[in-house]
């Protein structure tokens, strides 16, 4: 037996019964779903930084990309709010096309 206690995606059971094994699930609370998709996306933005190949890469990014969605409904809004969110910080305060890498702040 091997314990794993983290958020799965909805067919896993199903992978696994085909694997020929059986698992254990529960249904989380709102609050615990919340604690486990910020958990799952600590797990998925390391397995990201740990990618040694794009195409593994975007396979992270993709999970991460899942979360956000669950994890914008989480506080109450969509990915349609946290674009639009995104596309105001934009406008205001730029993005990242220069490559800019502060160094220093000095006073004038």
Do not use: W
Request: proline content about 1%; charged content about 35%; some cysteine.
């Amino acid at each position: 037996m091997t314990v794993h206690n983290k958020l799965v995606r909805d067919k896993i059971p199903e992978v696994i019964e085909r694997a020929g094994k059986s698992c254990t699930t529960t249904t989380l609370t709102e609050a615990a779903f919340t604690s486990a998709l910020r958990e799952k996306l600590q797990e998925e933005v390391a397995e990201y930084l740990q990618a040694e190949q794009d195409a593994e890469a975007l396979e992270e990014l993709a999970d991460i990309t899942e979360l956000l969605h669950f994890l914008a409904e989480a506080h109450g809004g969509s990915m349609e709010r946290v674009e639009a969110i995104r596309k105001d910080k934009q406008e205001q305060r730029g993005s990242f096309h220069k490559r800019l890498f502060l160094q220093e702040v000095h006073n004038k």
